[in-house]
C-alpha cells in the first residue's frame, strides 16, 4: 500500500505517518522509485500500538522508542526485552529527582519484596506524597484494599504474559504493563460509579443528568441567582 492508504487505514494524517517514519518509531517501507515506497501490514500494526502507546499510555516518544526497540529484540533475548518494556512503562526517566522514602514504606506495609531499584516506585511515591501533601496520608486499612486488588490483576497478568506464544511474549507485556493499567484504571472509576449506584439508587444518575446550571437547585429557586428587574 501507498503512505495515503496506510494514513487512512490508521487513522492518522499523512504528516504524521511521515514524522513517525523521520524519528524512526516507524521502519521504512520498501522503496519502489526514487521518492515512492511500498507499505505492508507490519507498518499499519505499528502505527496502531505507537498510536495506543501516545494515546492511551500517555508515554512519551523517547520511551515509545524504548518499546519498539524491546519488541524488535530477538527471542534470544527475551529478559532483556521484558525489562526494557517494564522499565519504558514505568516512566522511570521523568522522575530521576523522586525521593522513594513513601514508596519504599508503603511496600514494606503491604509486606511486599520489592527492588529497591525498581523503576515503578518513583510513580508510587509521587503518588503517596501527593496525597500526604493534601492531608489525606493512606491509612494501612486503605493500602491493604488497595494492595490485594493489585496483586489480584497482576497475578492474572503475568498468567496472561506467559501464556502468549513466545514469538507475542514482548507483545502482551506491552499491553498489560501499558494499556490494562488504563483499562484497570477505568473500571474503578466505573465500578465507583456501580456502588453508587446500588448503594444510593437512581439519585446517582440523577445528579449526573443536572444541568451545569439552572437557577434551581432541588427544585427550589436559588436565592443567590439574580432576577431581572421588570
Do not use: C
Not at 101 to 114: D, E, K, N, Y
Amino acid at each position: 500500500m501507498r503512505i495515503s492508504e496506510l494514513s487512512e487505514q490508521a487513522g492518522l494524517p499523512v504528516g504524521t505517518v511521515k514524522f513517525y517514519l523521520r524519528s524512526g518509531l516507524l521502519h521504512q517501507g520498501q522503496l519502489i522509485s526514487a521518492t515512492q515506497a511500498e507499505y505492508d501490514q507490519s507498518h499499519l500494526e505499528r502505527l496502531r500500538l505507537v498510536r495506543a502507546l501516545l494515546e492511551v499510555g500517555h508515554l512519551s516518544h523517547a520511551e515509545i522508542q524504548g518499546i519498539l526497540e524491546a519488541l524488535d529484540k530477538p527471542p534470544t533475548q527475551l529478559v532483556e526485552a521484558l525489562v526494557q518494556v517494564y522499565d519504558a512503562a514505568a516512566k522511570a526517566s521523568r522522575y530521576d529527582e523522586t525521593d522513594l522514602t513513601p514508596a519504599l514504606a508503603t511496600v514494606q506495609r503491604l509486606g511486599w519484596s520489592i527492588d529497591p531499584e525498581s523503576p515503578h516506585l518513583a510513580w508510587l511515591a509521587r503518588a503517596i506524597t501527593a496525597l500526604e501533601s493534601i492531608g489525606l496520608t493512606p491509612t494501612d486499612e486503605r493500602l491493604q484494599v488497595y494492595g490485594a486488588a493489585a496483586l489480584l490483576a497482576a497475578e492474572d497478568d503475568i498468567d496472561w504474559v506467559m501464556a502468549a506464544d513466545s514469538d507475542r511474549t514482548v507483545l502482551y507485556a506491552i499491553g498489560s504493563s501499558v494499556l490494562w493499567g488504563s483499562v484497570l484504571g477505568a473500571l474503578r472509576v466505573l465500578a465507583g460509579e456501580e456502588v453508587s449506584r446500588r448503594q444510593f439508587g437512581e439519585m446517582t444518575m440523577s445528579l449526573r443528568n443536572l444541568p451545569a446550571h439552572t437557577g434551581e437547585i432541588g427544585g427550589v429557586e436559588d436565592p443567590d441567582d439574580e432576577q431581572p428587574s421588570g
